[in-house]
């Protein structure tokens, strides 16, 4: 079946840290995949995707790419912030039954402190 | 960004009662929803998908009289959990994916679900 497997928290690092979340996904054919944050009191968002083998995602100064041969997608950021406090998510988009579904990893509280 | 608003974001209630959820797309239109339930530490796990007009498809494993979902409009989903019980509480999350966009969806806040 589907699954995405993340690192487990909680983190908590100092700022400027550098950051890695692991990820790794078991699916049939070739996912999506995606990284979702959800800071305090809001709803997930999406922070950075990518579609195929060897695509790279950004955003915000995150980074995550697609390893086919490793079933990976970990999420790094060179030099975390206060403000990157949050819970991160890994998912997997896959299809079923004609529509498109979301797979979800754990989740993972990141907590940076000044 | 696109907004998704949830209604209540928590809600205590005593068991046997039901208690309805809303989930409101608030500057787009969103043809399908989502509704996913969290336990703590967990994943967050598909509950139902919710098309405009239509019948709700429910994952496997979820009772679809327990979980009444109503997607009436465009903007507009309701979650119903009929005869909660404390094995119901839980945090619920609402997506919603804008029409014609297949790509993203758009989450509310959840709202934290305790039967007492």
């Known amino acids: 079946g589907n699954s995405v497997t993340q690192m487990e928290g909680p983190v908590t690092l100092s700022e400027e840290a550098f950051l890695t979340i692991n990820c790794t996904y078991t699916?049939?054919?070739?996912?999506?995949l995606f990284w979702y944050v959800q800071y305090p009191g809001e709803g997930l968002q999406l922070l950075l995707k990518a579609t195929k083998a060897d695509d790279k995602g950004s955003n915000k100064g995150f980074e995550a790419t697609y390893r086919k041969e490793t079933t990976s997608f970990h999420l790094e950021k060179g030099s975390v912030q206060v403000s990157d406090s949050a819970v991160y998510f890994c998912?997997?988009?896959?299809?079923?039954?004609?529509?498109?579904?979301?797979?979800f990893g754990k989740g993972m509280k990141l907590t940076v402190n000044p | 960004g696109a907004v998704v608003s949830q209604h209540p974001s928590w809600v205590i209630c005593k068991s046997g009662t039901s208690v309805k959820i809303e989930c409101r797309s608030l500057?787009?239109?969103?043809?399908?929803m989502f509704w996913y339930r969290q336990f703590p530490k967990q994943s967050l796990m598909l509950m139902a998908t919710s098309n405009e007009g239509s019948k709700a498809t429910y994952e496997q494993g979820v009772e679809k009289d327990k979980f009444l979902i109503n997607h009436a409009s465009l903007t507009l989903s309701t979650l119903t959990v009929t005869s909660a019980h404390p094995e119901d509480s839980s945090f619920y999350i609402c997506?919603?994916?804008?029409?014609?966009?297949?790509?993203?969806?758009?989450f509310g806040p959840g709202t934290r679900l305790t039967v007492l």
């Open positions: 500057d787009f239109q969103a043809t399908t």
């Open positions: 699916a049939t054919g070739y996912p999506s």
């Open positions: 998912a997997l988009r896959r299809q079923q039954g004609g529509s498109e579904k979301l797979v």
């Open positions: 997506s919603a994916r804008q029409q014609g966009a297949t790509d993203t969806q758009y």
